[in-house]
């Protein structure tokens, strides 16, 4: 068995996976704020899921995090997750002092692309694509890679931040200090900012209002959707990988997102033969909604070094995996090829 948790900043989810790939439990609890807090909801995931499940921690074979912020993922530790109100903390240190087994901590946006991969390398598949890019559509906006069946995280951890790629002197200031990056405009936060309403949902809120007709609306809208077939746009040509997979809350959307970005990927691809070789819209693909990639991912990067185990998808397979630490260029943990089991129970 192997537990991964993903600590998002209202909510933790975390999920037990079987070794022959089932997704055995799944829970939600909120999210404390601060650094012992956020250890403490952790602990409480785990210390749930094992009383669910009627497991013992000594027979779990790895529990891996996926959590926002700069993480070291060599030692654990996580730095400036100023949604989870704290700068730093040796996450990895502090849960094994509490459980007493080794943690393994990652980036939420890296543990979902590997969970996002394990769902396009089974056998349900026509093919498995030897690289993938998941692009993460929250309040922010970055990408996890996963290159020749490898999540790649770069020389210094900041692979996939496309998110911060300036493409408009004169846009918004972002964040980051920098000003009119991508994530300006396609996020969670773009839109907030862009398009004011009381409405819970206000990217719901914003497509049906360009619906309706809403020329605003349909302003803000447009501006959104060319930002993100930008950011599959920049995937592709800077790492040319298989398949994007948009995930993330905004990825709720379902099907008007898509229709959208690939809209603007073929109109793109009309006006330019050499974007039309690339076949852009044809690369892009939606998470199914409800299949939780960093409880999931989170879980595969906890698998020990050299052990060979089951990764979980969505109730339709399993999967056989080990994984390789490092700090430097080229530092990696091997993602699964599916094989099929039984239906999950959740």
């Known amino acids: 068995m192997r537990i991964g948790i993903d600590i998002g900043g209202t909510k933790t989810d975390a999920v037990v996976i079987s070794d022959d790939g089932r997704l055995i439990e799944r829970i939600r609890l909120a999210t404390g704020f601060g650094a ?19 497991l013992r921690l000594d027979v779990v074979r790895s529990v891996g995090i996926g959590i926002p912020g700069t993480v070291d993922s060599a030692s654990g530790h996580v730095s400036h997750a100023v949604n989870l109100g704290f700068d730093t903390l040796d996450l990895g240190d502090a849960l094994e002092d509490r459980l007493g087994v080794r943690v393994r901590v990652e980036n939420d946006v890296k543990a979902a ?40 995280r770069g020389s210094w951890g900041a692979a996939g931040e496309i998110g911060h790629i300036p493409v408009d002197p004169s846009g918004a200031l972002c964040p980051c200090g920098q000003r009119g990056c991508l994530e300006t405009v396609a996020s969670g936060s773009g839109i907030a900012r862009q398009w004011q309403t009381t409405d819970a949902k206000p990217a719901q809120s914003l497509f049906a209002a360009a619906d309706a007709g809403d020329p605003y609306a349909a ?10 077939a930008s950011a599959v746009r920049i995937l592709v040509l800077t790492v040319d990988v298989d398949t994007v997979v948009i995930g993330g809350g905004l990825s709720n959307l379902g099907s008007p997102l898509l229709d959208a970005v690939t809209a603007v990927l073929t109109e793109w691809a009309e006006s330019s033969p050499f974007i039309a070789s690339l076949d852009l819209a044809r690369r892009v693909e939606l998470l199914p909604e409800g299949f939780p990639a960093a409880a999931v991912g989170a879980a595969l990067v906890g698998v020990v070094p050299g052990a060979s185990a089951g990764g979980a998808t969505s109730g339709t397979g399993a999967a056989t995996t080990s994984t390789t630490t490092g700090t430097g260029t080229g530092s990696t943990d091997a993602t699964p090829a599916l094989v099929p089991t039984s239906e999950s129970s959740m």
């Open 113 to 152: 692309a590997l969970g996002a991969y394990s769902l396009l390398a089974g056998p349900e598949s026509e093919t498995s694509p030897a690289s993938m890019a998941y692009l993460n559509l929250g309040t922010g906006l970055a990408a996890g890679l996963v290159l020749n069946g490898e999540l790649w």
């Open 219 to 228: 302003d803000v809208r447009s501006r959104f959707v060319d930002g993100i």
């Open 36 to 54: 012992d807090a956020v250890v403490d909801s952790a602990a409480d995931a785990i210390r749930q899921l094992l009383e669910r499940t009627g």
